[in-house]
């Protein structure tokens, strides 16, 4: 231990630096009695106070060995946690300022792992484990060294690898027990000597009541006297060593001076960390060993003389020497100390490093400017708010763009810069983020220096404090789309454009087709064979579902896509007044697809016609074949959405008519509305199924067209 707390006086008790409260001896008082009573006790008492004296000296300095090494072995742990946080920090930052803990725990553990030692050579029950606190303290640091040393090099997977083996959790755990272990031999000897000196207490009480009984009153005084006396010394020097522990574990350096001339009385090993001076060194030193020569006694302020006088100093900011000559900032707290009698023994001083936390402030301005910098530089305007929506920060290129100075915008006077008729929807749109915590996002026409409004995208996010979730800030930009909202606006217009040609084309497609079929008409009323009138009525057919398809597409409005369901509906309903005047047949059409926003969903074109002509052919078939003359029944027509995973349409005819002849096959059939179906189905890459009706009568044709994912997918198989 460098430090001694105890300072001496006449007319003065023990006090520590910082001491919680000085200890008040107690006064003596003479014990009135016969002198012959007093001769015959002096000369009984002088030997048993010999031994009692030697003996309690012993267990004094026994009880002051035990207490030095229990708050040396917590100091040790104190000291090898501190490193191992400041390693921790350095591990996950790579910055060295985290290393101070590491340092100046390193610096002190040396010299305190001597003096457990030597403590433990004194207590044979506490060998053991200083020795072990000896050797494993060493390796528990070693393994910190080498992490560090890893990170340094840049390794830093190789430094979390070597923490990950948990050697060091191991040799950090084993010290742990080891200082339980040395607690516990401690308390188990201190739990002796109290029950010794309990043993030697008793016996001499009933000897001195044997030997005195005639002065039994004054012996029982004496004996209250003896043991408050010693009850107060103990706790005194416990008190003082563990004040010790403490003023010596600590990193800060604690100087104590003395009154009458400033003198260094006390100098801790933070204190030789600090500014490299030794306790043997420094102690007796002047009180201006430490004040650089052009700081008159103490520096401006009279640090020394003000705490001396009284005044209390807290952290007040000045500059010392170090050993090697070098300034060094420090902040200083001082305070008077007293004796018990009122005493002014002199000025208690904590001296603390201020060039981390100068190299802290100093990063954080240097990373406040290379934030300003980058905020300066991106295209973008950026601001921020307080919680309220209080405007307080706009990078550089909010003023290049707007032509404001800071005072002009601060607040709400960001407001007036929009355009007059999109002010009110801004600000409201910002209330209701402020209110919800929504996020920013508007656009608006912002006014530019030149005075001309420009379109501008304007988007903000809230930043919230991790632990209540409460907005701390809103971040904001402001994005220049004016060539954005002009190429829209051109997009709007050739839409425009497009759609009035798209109308003009299928209007003049289905006035061709109807063309078309009226020459088909004509040769059909002039062609003389059967066989051939029936095929130029079918081709007639079809070309008129395609022209009404057209005739729908312009009639509706939506040139590229066509509502398949109602288009149908209508198809099969005209086919059959066409081929079933007696009305043997009964339609039952059924619709399941979904539309957005509860609008028919519609069919691209390129799928409608295929699908328009499959069912034409499908319906057409149906009335001519599954219900002859005489018979009559139902024919369900359904279209729904395909139960594929990447969408479709699946289109069903259905009847319940004289059913498919046996082994009928779509692919071999003779029939040109077969062929039609089955060439149909092939371009729209689709599956043909053919069954029975679900009753077990009559036939189902099913159309299943996979959607734009699945063809895709089916033109790549088929490569």
């Known amino acids: 231990m460098k430090v001694s707390l105890l300072l001496s006086g006449p007319g003065r008790d023990p006090v520590g630096l910082h001491a919680p409260a000085p200890v008040t001896a107690l006064p003596r008082r003479r014990t009135p009695g016969p002198l012959a009573v007093a001769a015959f006790l002096s000369a009984l008492v002088a030997g048993a106070a010999g031994f009692g004296l030697t003996a309690f000296e012993a267990e004094r300095a026994r009880a002051v060995r035990l207490d030095a090494a229990e708050n040396q072995a917590e100091a040790l742990l104190s000291d090898l946690r501190d490193a191992e946080t400041g390693q921790r920090g350095f591990l996950l930052t790579g910055r060295e300022s985290y290393l101070q803990p ?38 528990k640091l070693e393994e ?68 005195l009984s005639g002065g039994l009153g004054l012996g029982l005084r004496l004996r209250r006297l003896r043991r408050r006396a010693l009850n107060a010394r103990v706790l005194a020097e416990t008190a003082n060593a563990r004040l010790a522990a403490i003023v010596a574990s600590t990193s800060d350096a604690i100087i104590s001076f003395a009154a009458e001339d400033g003198r260094i009385l006390t100098w801790n090993d933070g204190a030789e960390a600090l500014f490299g001076y030794t306790a043997a060194e420094a102690v007796n030193g002047p009180v201006g060993l430490l004040v650089p020569p052009d700081l008159p006694d103490g520096d401006p302020t009279g640090v020394f003389r003000r705490a001396l006088g009284g005044a209390r100093v807290h952290e007040h ?70 919680p309220d929506g209080y405007h307080d920060f706009y990078n550089r290129r909010w003023y290049e763009f707007t032509g404001t100075v800071p005072e002009e915008t601060e607040g709400e006077g960001w407001n007036p810069q929009f355009h007059p008729e999109d002010q009110e929807g801004a600000q409201s749109r910002w209330r209701h983020s402020l209110a919800t915590g929504e996020p920013y996002e508007i656009e608006y026409r912002l ?187 139902t024919l369900w027509v359904r279209v729904r959405d395909a139960r594929e995973e990447d969408g479709g349409i699946t289109l069903e005819v259905e009847d319940d008519g004289v ?29 043909l199924a053919v069954g029975e009706g679900a009753s077990g009568r009559g036939a189902a044709f099913g159309v299943f067209v996979p959607g734009r994912h699945g063809q895709e997918g089916r033109k790549d198989d088929r490569h």
Not at 186 to 202: M, N, Q, Y
């Open 144 to 211: 910190l060294a080498r992490t560090i040393a890893l990170r340094r090099a840049g390794d830093a997977e190789a430094a979390l690898a070597l923490v990950e083996t948990d050697k060091g959790k191991s040799l950090m755990d084993a010290a742990r027990a080891e200082a339980a272990t040395l607690r516990t031999a401690a308390a188990s000897l201190r739990a002796e000597r109290d029950a010794a000196a309990r043993r030697w207490v008793w016996g001499a009480s009933v000897a001195t009541l044997a030997l």
């Open 447 to 633: 006014r530019a220096a030149d005075g001309t409004y420009r379109w501008t995208l304007g988007r903000a996010l809230p930043v919230r404090d991790p632990a209540t979730g409460e907005i701390t800030r809103w971040y904001g930009t402001c994005t220049e789309i004016e060539d954005l909202v002009a190429a829209r606006a051109a997009l709007a217009e050739a839409l425009e454009v497009k759609e009035a040609l798209l109308a003009e084309v299928n209007h003049r497609v289905k006035n061709s087709l109807q063309l078309v079929s009226s020459l088909l008409s004509l040769q059909t009323n002039k062609a003389r064979d059967p066989a051939l009138r029936t095929a130029l009525g079918e081709a007639r057919a079809r070309i008129g579902v395609v022209a009404r398809l057209h005739q729908r597409l312009y009639q509706g409005g939506t040139h590229g896509s066509v509502d398949l369901a109602g288009f149908l509906q209508e198809m099969c309903t005209d086919t059959l007044t066409a081929l079933d005047p007696e009305e043997r047949v009964r339609l039952e059409f059924e619709e399941t697809r979904q539309g957005g926003s509860g609008a028919a969903p519609l069919t691209p074109i390129d799928e409608a016609v295929p699908l328009a002509l499959i069912g034409s052919e499908l319906v057409t078939n149906a009335v001519k074949y599954a219900f002859p003359v005489g018979r009559g029944g």
């Open 317 to 386: 900011e000045t500059t010392r020497l170090t050993k090697e000559g070098n300034r060094i900032p420090v902040t200083v707290t001082a305070a008077r100390m007293q004796a018990s009698d009122g005493g002014v023994l002199g000025v208690s001083a904590i001296f603390r490093d201020l060039r981390p936390r100068r190299e802290a402030e100093a990063a954080l301005v240097r990373s406040e400017a290379m934030l300003r910098i980058a905020l300066d530089t991106i295209p973008q305007m950026v601001w921020s708010t307080r």
């Open 102 to 139: 590491y340092e100046e725990a390193v610096r002190g553990l040396n010299g305190r792992l001597a003096g457990l030692v030597r403590l433990g050579e004194a207590e044979a029950a506490l060998a053991r484990p200083a020795a072990e606190l000896a050797r494993l303290i060493p390796a």
């Open 659 to 687: 059913g498919l002849p046996e082994g009928f096959d779509p692919s071999r059939s003779a029939g040109v509305g077969m062929r039609v179906v089955a060439t149909l189905v092939r371009q729209l890459r689709a599956r």
